[in-house]
């Protein structure tokens, strides 16, 4: 009801008159013309056609579902004018009731059964539904176009009390959705939810019945009749007429202001004097000002012009860039050219290592045959020297043979002895051999044990060295870990950290045009610390070099590490302009969708350091793959990632598409992340060391001891040998001298001549043979001299590779970073000479700007003056001029006001005070008007009040005589009160009037009287009363339905619900009755019956 008040004002008792059409109230927008309420017998019902209140608002259909204890009631299909709704209690009489309120959209306090939404959804149910349709009939019809004869009104109430609503017409088809659709609906009806006259239900009637208070039944009236909603309208008028008279008084005292405002600008405007011939002058030097910007211009284009032409003649950078691209194919070749000598280098030291076991084992048989030639030899020549010692006895025995005459007669006796004497030397001679033997075997196992002993001997001082170089390494890697504690740069060296405080001192004294970065490797860190040892293979050298800007700050750089650094072992510096962004790399980055780059693997806060490594090193194009194989197959076993050209593995191994490099690397010396555990492991390793060290030490002077003993051994059975020999040489001579001296006896001078030339014949073979063994043995010798010679080339060799390897090395590095460097520089030249290039097309594209801007200045000059203006003085001299000027007029004007805005606030001033006149004369016209017409509805709604409460206390009376009793109602209008007395029949003469002394049924009776007089003073489409008749006996219910059926009939367009549950078996047979006969709950729910009567 409240809505109406955001209208305008005279609009709401217009919307008013269309709710009480029974009083006939009918105002226009000049509210100038009140028609009398008419009166209820004429069976229309007050100003509504007979058309229009028959067809539209009736109810033809409710259906319920799942509706307060109801699973489905319905469809109930209801008459036009009069249905009874029976049936015993908590057959749903009651809920029909409440369905209609809540499914026309209803408030839950309205219907007096419950509090929430949410109550009226049956137990266990999730949703309820209610269908209520309405006619839509006649002239009067909503929407009919939209809607046709019938309108759906569907709502759904869900258990957690929200509900949603739908509009149908009667085909079915869904309109609206809206709340404000059925608002619009309901007023177009007529119909009043919260109106006990069109819906009473029990409470309410109890409450009416029960009530002591008169104050509340002639709220009750009121309602009923609308009467309190227009008084709240009128409240409202009232409230917003002060309101507006207030803002009328406030408007008046502000209208003076503007009134004095309006005149003082007004004298202004009259007083305003002329200043033409300043800004005559002031707009003469505009022109010149115009076309001196033209003459600027065209000087800027000459001269950008004449730029162009000296840029276009410019060939240094051409020049330049070609100059490095020779460089750079230089040091390529050279590179190219060292990269091979490396590659034949290692080639030959693979072939070397070949030669070198082959060799070995060579010289090996050679010294074996050797000394077995040396053994032939000695043999050899022992028995020459046996055979010449037999031939100088034999050729004594000759001689004194010639020199005595005869032989002593004894000779046989001493022969004999003689005989026996040689067969026992003989036998001596024979043992002497055979020991012989055995010592030359024992010589030549002695030898072959010696030299094993020495192999042995020179291999363990070899692993010996290899420990003591590692185990020094290692301690000063520990001792630099040890120190690196206190100061994390030590790990790069000793002299780091007073080389980087030199560097500071130095960029403070101004000496650096720009403070050098490094070491690289204090820059960097891992994001995944795993990766160190193969981040330090691909780095290398690197992770020591620093980073300068330009060639001057690496002058004094080298300077500085000169005092630390021997020279040639100084950190690498690279040289690179720095730069604050990191390169565009997103065309040559390696990308594999498992494998990282090096570049996303390490982390810098500068810039610089990753520029570098890109430029030097090129990690964006390095992926480092954990596992060997898979580092092979990805690189080897098909095409290699895209800009990917080389991979490193965990452990540190070089993976190149063609070839593939172990690293040396155990454990990463920079990037290592546990200072501690590194330590602890330098430790363990360095004990390990020394106790290898101690071991190969113990071993090789236990071999050294051997072999020392196994020499003294050889010596002495040598010796030995030597001393068998001279025995056996003994043996031999004194055989022969026995042998000789018996042959003295026997033989004469010439028998032994002849076997002297036998023994010469015997010697001369020996000597050939002794011969033939010097020759052989030299051969030998010279054999074994030659193998070994061969095999400490090839070693000498072996040894000096790595050290020929290095160098080159150094200088492959070298030639790449300066390969790099000139790379970087034909890219900084390539840079500059697309920005010359750049530079001119800008400059092209700057002059035709700007050629475009002096036409435009042109164009501008031309506009203000229309003659090209000769000017002499600056556009800084004209500028100043026009702004003198200008604070000269400024100056008149602030005492005189601008003449164009004196004007117009002139103008400003006087529309808006006619203006605020104007509306101040209209609103006051209004607030007058409104008082009049104000007045007028007071008065008519005085009247049409009185109208109304003497026709209900009419139509009250004339229902009480028809039950022969008597009573009264008294309206009080100022105290607001209503009293109803009721005298029974017979009980006349009582005073007691009061309807609280009446009977159950008599006070039913009463209530019905009440509310058809109400009925006869009012308007809806619809009535409903529920349970009217359940404390009336049967003679006031059979008076009480007649009462409803005269009324009824004379209102037969209207439709009446009534709800009892009573018998109604009595009542009269008619076609605008129809009965709907509820079953028992105790029977299936949900069925209606439907009876015609």
């Not at 509009?167 to 119909?191: R, T």
């Not at 080159?808 to 034909?826: G, Y």
């Not at 900084?828 to 092209?844: F, P, R, S, W």
């Not at 016209?925 to 049409?944: A, E, G, P």
Request: hydrophobic letters at 30%; aromatic letters at 6%.
């Amino acid at each position: 009801m409240s809505k109406r008040k955001g209208k305008v004002i005279g609009d709401a008792p217009a919307v008013k008159s269309r709710r009480l059409t029974a009083a006939g109230l009918k105002d226009a927008a000049e509210e100038t013309n009140h028609q009398r309420p008419s009166s209820s017998s004429s069976g229309g019902g007050g100003g509504f056609s007979h058309s229009a209140t028959g067809d539209i608002g009736l109810i033809e259909s409710v259906t319920l579902k799942n509706f307060m204890c109801h699973h489905l009631l319905g469809p109930f299909q209801f008459g036009p004018n009069v249905n009874f709704i029976t049936g015993n209690n908590g057959s749903g009489k009651s809920a029909i009731l409440t369905a209609l309120i809540v499914g026309l959209g209803g408030k839950a306090t309205f219907t007096n059964r419950g509090v929430s939404l949410k109550d009226f959804v049956k137990t266990g149910e999730n949703t309820a539904d209610i269908t209520i349709k309405l006619r839509n009939r006649g002239p009067d019809a909503y929407k009919r176009d939209v809607y046709g004869d019938c309108i759906s009104v569907e709502h759904r109430i869900s258990c957690d009390g929200c509900r949603t609503c739908r509009l149908k017409s009667k085909s079915g088809q869904l309109i609206s959705n809206k709340k404000e659709e059925l608002m619009a609906i309901l007023d177009h009806f007529n119909i009043q939810l919260d109106n006990p006259v069109s819906i009473l239900n029990q409470e309410m009637s109890k409450q009416f019945l029960h009530s002591k208070s008169e104050s509340d039944k002639y709220k009750f009236f009121m309602k009923a009749t609308l009467l309190e909603q227009m008084k709240r309208d009128y409240i409202h008028i009232k409230h917003t007429k002060t309101v507006t008279r207030q803002q009328v008084e406030r408007q008046e005292e502000s209208l003076k202001d503007l009134k004095l405002e309006f005149l003082q600008k007004k004298e202004r405007y009259e007083n305003l004097s002329s200043f033409s011939e300043m800004k005559v002058v002031l707009e003469n030097l505009k022109k010149a000002m115009a076309w001196c910007l033209v003459q600027e211009k065209e000087q800027l284009v000459q001269q950008l012009k004449e730029d162009i032409e000296n840029e276009e003649n410019n060939y240094k950078h051409q020049d330049n860039l070609q100059l490095c691209q020779t460089r750079v194919t230089h040091i390529e070749k050279k590179l190219q050219c060292i990269r091979g000598r490396v590659d034949g280098l290692r080639e030959e030291q693979e072939s070397l290592s070949g030669d070198s076991l082959r060799l070995k084992e060579q010289v090996k048989i050679i010294s074996k045959a050797h000394k077995e030639q040396e053994i032939v030899y000695v043999r050899a020549l022992n028995k020459l020297k046996q055979s010449e010692q037999e031939q100088d006895i034999l050729q004594e025995k000759i001689n004194k043979a010639k020199t005595s005459g005869s032989l002593s007669n004894n000779g046989e006796t001493e022969y004999t002895e003689q005989q026996e004497k040689i067969s026992s030397l003989r036998e001596q001679l024979a043992e002497l051999e055979k020991t012989c033997s055995q010592l030359n075997q024992e010589i030549k196992n002695k030898h072959q044990a010696l030299f094993k002993g020495k192999e042995e001997r020179d291999k363990l001082r070899m692993e010996e060295r290899n420990i003591q170089v590692l185990y020094a390494s290692k301690l000063k890697r520990k001792n630099q870990l040890l120190a690196s504690r206190s100061n994390k740069l030590k790990r790069f060296g000793d002299h780091v950290p007073d080389l980087l405080e030199s560097i500071d001192e130095a960029y403070a004294k101004g000496r650096f045009l720009k403070r050098p970065v490094g070491p690289i490797g204090v820059c960097i860190s891992l994001k995944d610390p795993t990766l160190a040892v193969a981040v330090e293979c691909c780095l290398r050298s690197f992770m020591k070099a620093f980073c300068c800007d330009n060639y001057k700050d690496e002058l004094v750089l080298q300077e500085l590490m000169s005092r630390y650094y021997p020279k040639g072992n100084r950190p690498q510096i690279i040289v690179s302009p720095f730069s604050e962004k990191v390169y565009n790399i997103h065309g040559r980055k390696a990308h594999h969708p498992e494998y990282p780059s090096v570049l996303d693997t390490i982390t810098a806060s500068n810039p610089v350091i990753i520029n570098c490594l890109i430029d030097m090193r090129g990690i964006e194009s390095i992926l480092i793959i954990k596992e060997k194989d898979k580092a092979r197959k990805v690189m080897q076993q098909g095409r290699p990632p895209k800009n990917c050209r080389e991979a490193f593995t965990i452990e540190g191994d070089q993976v190149y598409p063609n070839r593939y490099y172990t690293s040396d690397f155990s454990m990463a010396k920079y990037l290592g992340g546990d200072l501690e555990t590194e330590i602890s492991m330098l430790e363990s390793d360095l004990e390990n060391l020394q106790a290898q060290l101690s071991r190969f030490q113990l071993h090789a002077t236990f071999v050294s001891e051997e072999i020392v003993s196994m020499e003294g051994e050889l010596n002495s059975t040598i010796m030995t040998l030597k001393k068998t020999l001279a025995s056996v040489n003994q043996v031999k001579a004194t055989i022969t001298e026995l042998e000789t001296a018996g042959e003295e006896q026997i033989d004469d001078i010439s028998s032994l001549e002849e076997v002297a030339q036998e023994n010469r014949q015997k010697i001369e073979a020996e000597k050939q043979t002794v011969h033939e063994a010097k020759t052989e043995l030299d051969k030998h010798r010279e054999t074994v001299e030659e193998a070994e010679s061969k095999y400490a080339s090839v070693r000498e060799r072996i040894d000096q590779l790595p050290e020929d390897v290095e160098p080159l090395k150094d200088e492959q590095m070298k030639l790449e970073a300066e390969c790099a460097k000139h790379e970087r520089n034909l890219k900084v030249l390539e840079n500059k000479l697309k920005a010359h290039e750049d530079n001119i097309q800008a400059m092209k594209s700057d002059l035709t700007h700007r050629e475009e801007e002096l036409q435009e200045y042109v164009a501008k000059a031309t506009e203000i003056s229309p003659e090209r203006q000769q000017v002499i003085g600056t556009t800084k001299s004209i500028d100043a001029e026009i702004t003198r000027l200008k604070r000269t007029i400024k100056v008149y004007e602030s005492s005189h006001g601008e003449h164009q805005q004196v004007v117009r606030e002139y103008a400003e001033a006087l529309a808006l005070y006619r203006q605020k006149s104007n509306q101040v004369r209209d609103l006051r016209r209004f607030i007058d008007r409104l008082d009049n017409i104000m007045s007028d509805r007071q008065n008519r709604y005085k009247v049409m009040r009185r109208s109304l409460s003497v026709r209900c206390k009419l139509y009250f009376n004339n229902f009480l005589i028809k039950m022969n009793c008597c009573g009264s109602m008294v309206f009080d209008h100022n105290n607001e009160t209503l009293s109803i007395s009721v005298k029974p029949p017979g009980r006349e003469d009582d005073g007691v009037s009061d309807m609280r002394s009446l009977s159950g049924g008599e006070r039913s009776f009463s209530t019905v009287c009440f509310m058809l007089s109400l009925w006869e003073i009012t308007e809806s489409p619809f009535r409903c009363l529920d349970e009217f008749d359940v404390y009336m006996d049967m003679h006031n219910r059979r008076i009480s339905l007649d009462l409803l059926l005269e009324l009824s009939e004379r209102q037969h367009l209207r439709q009446f619900v009534f709800i009892t549950p009573l018998n109604t078996r009595n009542l009269p047979k008619t076609s605008f009755i129809k009965i709907h006969q509820l079953q028992d709950p105790e029977r299936v729910q949900s069925e209606t019956g439907d009876e015609d009567v």
